[in-house]
């Protein structure tokens, strides 16, 4: 790698990139192994930033016969120099032969459905516009040039879902060969729809235009979608039965998206930081595609070598978490719990289903892990295949330094939104100094300021649970505390139910139990004083301060508060 080339974090375009001798990882193989592949339709899924849609450029600029004569933009990249055994360019004669249709939906992020369509129907008449030079031709008629120019922002639902097919037809006949289509983040308004609550909507739509784009389309050669997830067939890719999937548990294309080890390391010792590599690698490394482990996020990557080696959660930060931070703040006591492990630097098993059901997303844990391993938010340590039905467990775990920064601050950030961050600060103030009385009144703020974020928002027809309030609360104690006190959970069951222990790092420090408890007119809990006096003897009856003083602590120094919810009202004694 030459010093002098420019590490340019955003561009995207493979041409720009290469003309303008910016810093660039060979990953042309990619090329060779889809064209070998022979599949019609491929899907790839891989974590955001991962290059895809670099990669899909770099597709377009080798086929689409746009780039015909530009072999400059190849020279000396494997894909070019690939010889067979008789010496002979495998690949050159390709450069350039194609109608080629490139599109992409990252920027159709939308909060209802009639935006979310125009938002496509803007992306598809883009698409065409990039053709109007051809359809004055001789070899269209009439009809055909009508057709095209019915295609623009304004177009109705039937001709955007037919839109793709229809240009097909019209560069077939132009150019004599059957066209290349390439599909970039296909479900980013899949994503957009189902925090909108407008998924039925979009999948009606979408089904539509793949079946006629991807299925249906007599002048389709091949073709390639990217994406982040694998949204389950049974939604929008439910006629699509010519669709060959790669997600991140496969091990083809292992190497085309993000960087190696190898490729890393070479990088940074180019880049004079070489004397980083092993900080880089607890930081950034821990992306596992197909048996290929040791892959890193090239977002990262290049971010670090521009900023001349400063540490940060470039990738984490690049764009929107809205998702993922919604699955976690307003899942189950299981999920939030799971996340008290991970956040601790411990792992937990899990059946992973890479067919994403969006449906599930707040019923079950399980879809909740998929969709993070998915995104790269986890990754898999090990698997094992148990029982006749030869289900793969999983055992999964946060992938790196950088991406368990980002849980942190999402945590943290659930406590930090308006007057919500100075009665959470308030509240631990008062409880390091002991002041029940402004506890209470902290508390019982943070509650009403935050219960109903915790609740299961995305169907409002579910029954609330305050158990999320409650697990999301012990959340942000072991992220606000760390570094001063460790925070355990010995998470019973039941509902809201659980002792919470804070143990001060500094042993001459206190030490906290909490217990909460719901009022429950079952236990003849007539009163929130009713409910923390049967809070307060659980602790004494189940003897909770016995681990702490087995531990060195006397038992002035163990701070014993029960937490009573009715709703959003606390009461603490």
Known sequence: ????????????????????????????????????????????????????????????????????????????????????????????????????????????????????????????????????????????????????????????????????????????????????ILLDEYDTPMQEAWLGNYWDEAVSFFRVFFDNTFKTNPYLYRGIITGITRISKESIFSDLNNLDVITTTSDEYAESFGFTQDEVFCALDDMGLGSEKEDVKRWYDGFTFGRRTDIYNPWSITSFIRKGGKYAAYWANTSSNSLVNTLIQKGNASVKQTMETLIKGGSFTAVIDEQIVFSQLDR??????????????????????????????????????????????????????????????????????????????????????TFSFFDSGNRPSEETHPERFYHGFVLGLVVNLAGRYKVRSNRESGYGRYDVMIEPLDKSGNAYIFEFKVMDEDDDEETLEDTLVNALAQIEEKQYEAELIAEGYAPERIRKYGFAFQGKKCLIG
Not at 17 to 37: C, S
Request: neutral net charge; hydrophobic residues 40%; glycine residues 6%.
């Open 1 to 180: 790698m030459d010093r002098s080339m420019t590490v340019n974090i955003g561009e995207q375009r493979f041409d720009r990139l290469r003309e303008e001798n910016n810093f660039y990882i060979d990953k042309t193989n990619f090329i060779k192994e889809w064209w070998e592949g022979g599949s019609t339709v491929t899907l790839i899924t891989r974590p955001r930033r991962f290059g895809k849609t670099l990669n899909m450029s770099m597709t377009e600029c080798f086929f689409s016969n746009q780039y015909a004569g530009r072999s400059d933009l190849f020279e000396g990249l494997t894909i070019w120099e690939d010889r067979d055994s008789c010496g002979n360019y495998r690949y050159r004669h390709l450069q350039g032969t194609y109608p080629v249709i490139f599109l992409s939906f990252a920027g159709v992020k939308a909060g209802n459905v009639s935006d979310m369509k125009a938002a496509v129907k803007i992306v598809i008449a883009n698409v065409y516009s990039r053709y109007k030079d051809i359809i004055g031709s001789d070899c269209f008629d009439k009809n055909e040039r009508e057709s095209f120019a019915a295609v623009n922002e304004k177009m109705d639902d039937v001709k955007a879902q037919t839109a793709i097919n229809t240009l097909c037809i019209l560069l077939e006949k132009k150019y004599g060969k059957k066209v290349i």
């Open 364 to 449: 079950h844990a399980d879809a909740v892990w998929s969709l993070l391993l998915a995104t790269g938010y986890l990754k898999v340590l090990h698997t094992e295949v148990v029982g006749d039905d030869k289900e793969c467990i999983y055992t999964l775990t946060i992938t790196n330094k950088e991406v368990a920064i980002m849980f942190k601050n999402m945590v943290d950030g659930w406590f930090r939104q308006g007057d919500t961050e100075i009665y959470y600060n308030e509240f631990i103030h008062a409880l390091l100094d002991d002041n029940v009385r402004k506890m209470n009144t902290f508390m019982n703020k943070v509650a009403l300021e």
